[in-house]
């Protein structure tokens, strides 16, 4: 780990700042180390989609049980569609993250069916964080061969620039951005104006969901949902992929998602995950301490940690001790963390926040450093957080959130330092200055 020692002597809590170029540098590194960070093949422009004339069909291929099913009976059972399949183009949008055992069934039981039929498939990513960096084609081809699984920018580089995790209420944001958005781009390009059938792998007990896609057919555009006309549930398509390949497909999901985690039944499965594919869930408990050091409130699992849920199970000593040694190995950082809660007028709550690093160094170093800091500024060191039993993080409170200006209608903030792995740049969202302007007129640090 090559950063640099934290500057002394410390005179000011918050004055005191590590230079922006070292602390970006110790991001740069954690990121690296984590994998966010490589090389990346050359990729296709946008416009090289129009090579071929246009699709009369286009298929959402989620990599997950449904649209396989989908997909793999167009392969095997002429008699279930109404076109050919030079007409077809199957179409992925890559998050990033999904586990090695999702790309080793695709890649055995479904790519060489699709190469030998000569299905056209087009694997794509997003290429930075702003929809202004454009799309990568990863790949598109008639001859599939393998999956393209990480792009240029994925869900993970997103969660650990924000120092956030996935969230399963709102909208789901990583859909959005990582998949209707990147999909939505290509086909427009891919169609060039002409009418398209868009498939869609909602099954038959997601009607909603089938119900609001329908709301955005076009002239051009026209959603089908094959799963819900074949009267097929999950536990159905499940059943097909069985019979068709004598092995159980797994639910299609980036090893951090929350969704998976929702349940018990999706804990339990997530659970064996990790314990055979260690590496693969390291990604997730890193990603989870350094949002719940940052916010307490987030977690993976609603009221509860992952690291937690895994260091309860049994087998999962070997995931735990790969999570140990990497965070021990990372840069670290003390982090200047604010936050404001404005109030909206239909009673929700608008919250921004500001993250600065302060001081870089190793994590015996951060936690000497916090202390010095919690003592300069003359407040004490807390661990942990009361509302969560298993959240062992140190925080120095500057300022805590008063409850009563919020229900008077005035914007309230906190700010406190921690310390975590350097993987959060330093960012403040666009709302938090007015914010903390008008949170300042009421109570002053």
Known sequence: MTVAAPPRPLRDPLGDRVDEQIALQAVLEAQSALGLLRRQPPSLPLASVRSEPPPKVVLAFGLGADSSAILARYLTEPEVRDFELHELAVITGMTGQEWPETRRLVEKHLLPRMAAAKVRYIQVARRGPSEADGIDILSDTRSPDRLHLVGAWTLANEMFDGGTLPQTTGDRLCSQHFKAWVLDTVIAELTQGQPYRHIMGYELNERGRAERDAKYNTATRTGEYPLRTWKWDRARALACLEELFHMKWIKSACTYCPFAL?????????????????????????????????NATQGLIKGERLLTLLRNSPGTAEVLAAFERLVAALPWAVYDVRRTLSPRTDGKVNHARSVRILDIGDPAAMRARLDQRAHV?????????????????????????????????????????????????????????????????????
């Not at 018990?264 to 989870?288: Q, W």
């Not at 993080?393 to 229900?407: D, V």
């Open 377 to 445: 500024a003359g407040v004490p060191l807390t661990v942990g957080d009361v509302r969560f039993p298993d959240d062992t993080h140190p925080r120095a409170w500057l300022r805590h959130r008063e409850p009563l200006l919020l229900a008077d209608g005035k914007t309230t903030a906190e700010q406190f330092l921690t310390i975590a792995p350097a993987t959060a740049i330093n960012k403040t969202g666009p709302a938090f200055p007015n914010a903390w302007a008008a949170a300042a007129q009421f109570h002053m640090f």
């Open 262 to 294: 929702a349940n018990k039944a999706g804990r339990v499965e997530t659970v064996a995950r990790f314990i055979a594919e260690p590496e693969a869930g390291v990604l997730a408990l890193v990603m989870e301490f350094v949002a719940t050091a940052l």
